[in-house]
């Protein structure tokens, strides 16, 4: 679905390309559209976000506790305040992730856009289960992973403004904070095997898992082979808003977090992520150590990647008959103090 007429738009927009030195394509969004989706994107708003989900109230998120269903309700309440509808089965926003009563769920919501296919963004809301001693118990998880639910959230507001604008997406967004990563990727996992929509209909998906540390300005995007179309829909899209892009240079990430699931099943999938620090997997990892600013730029780079690509052409693929290789070795890491399950992200 395109939303001008070519003729008509075509020779401001390749005006307007020439004054910013870019090239852009006729769908891809106006120069109005990234000035909406900066402003609607702040820092301020992921940090109240990553403040809240990563409080001592929330108790460290462990999946499968009732602080996972706390977060899960939290994150619930934040996408039905956006104005986004459920997204999983039976008009609910949840999806369970085993048979366990005590685990959480997936929670999904989808954004209604007019074109074929469907987009995905995605982040996982659980962490780890309190240590039995010391003074503080509590694995906060500011960065792993409240920067990349907050960030999940910002690029839903943001779809909203853009279809107020009369910008909006293409084609449905599917928002998706998955429970289970820490555990093994189980939440993804369960997407997978009872998707909501068709694999082969999924144009791409955004998957961020730590956002918030590190150098300002700096990410890492990995998707490998099978991620290649987003990480070009982002290469174009980070024109407008000028990150520095470490691409691909993780293979050894690529099962280590929900777009993993998804590149098995040769579904184009990426991750954002920041390099392990000295918090990752730490009872430090705390709101006041986070940068909210690069954690907002990330927001925005996928809110205008996802835009531009939900007005591209779209076939559907055929599903993978078989898994799809996609990881090579994992790195030996040193052992880390007290880890749990230290090769998930
Ligand atoms: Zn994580």
């Not at 996992?189 to 791409?204: E, F, W």
């Not at 520095?244 to 240079?249: A, G, N, P, R, W």
């Not at 977090?257 to 579904?267: A, E, I, M, T, Y």
């Not at 907002?296 to 990647?305: D, F, G, N, P, R």
Request: hydrophobic content about 40%.
């Amino acid at each position: 679905m395109r939303r001008f007429s070519t003729q008509t738009i075509l020779a401001p927009v390749v005006f307007a390309g020439l004054i910013l030195g870019t090239t852009l394509h006729a769908d891809d969004a106006t120069p109005a559209t990234i000035a909406l989706i900066k402003s609607t994107i702040t820092a301020d708003a992921l940090r109240a976000d990553v403040a809240e989900l990563s409080s001592d109230e929330m108790g460290g998120r462990f999946f499968r506790s009732p602080f996972a269903e706390k977060a899960a309700k939290w994150i619930q309440a934040r996408f039905e305040l956006i104005g986004l509808a459920p997204g999983a089965a039976s008009d609910s926003y949840r999806q369970p992730i085993d048979k366990n009563v005590e685990s959480g769920p997936n929670i999904i919501a989808t954004y209604p856009g007019p074109g074929d296919g469907f987009i995905i963004v995605s982040s996982h809301y659980d962490h780890l289960r309190p240590k039995r001693t010391g003074e503080d118990k509590i694995f906060n998880g500011a960065d792993d992973n409240a920067s990349g639910v907050a960030g999940t959230l910002a690029v839903a507001r943001a779809m909203k403004a853009c279809t107020k604008a009369g910008d909006g997406a293409g084609c449905t967004i599917i928002f998706i904070a998955f429970n289970g990563e820490e555990a093994g990727l189980l939440g993804s996992s369960a997407y997978v095997k009872s998707p909501t929509v068709p694999l082969g209909q999924i144009r791409g998906v955004f998957n961020m898992d730590m956002i918030s540390r590190g150098p300002p300005r700096e990410i890492f995007i990995d998707g490998g082979k099978v991620g290649e179309p987003v990480v070009a829909a982002l290469k174009k899209a980070n024109q407008s808003i000028g990150l520095k892009l470490h691409l691909d240079e993780h293979p050894d990430w690529l099962d280590r977090s929900d777009q993993g699931p998804f590149l098995r099943k040769n579904v184009p999938a990426v991750l954002f992520s920041v390099e392990d620090h000295e918090d990752y997997h730490q009872v430090t990892d705390h709101v006041e150590k986070i940068d909210a600013g690069l954690a907002a730029e990330v927001a925005q780079l996928v809110a205008l990647a996802a835009i531009n690509m939900s007005h591209d052409a779209f076939t559907p693929r055929a599903e993978a008959p078989k898994p799809v290789k996609i990881a090579e070795p994992a790195k030996t890491e040193p052992a880390k103090a007290e880890p749990q399950n230290p090769t998930a992200h």
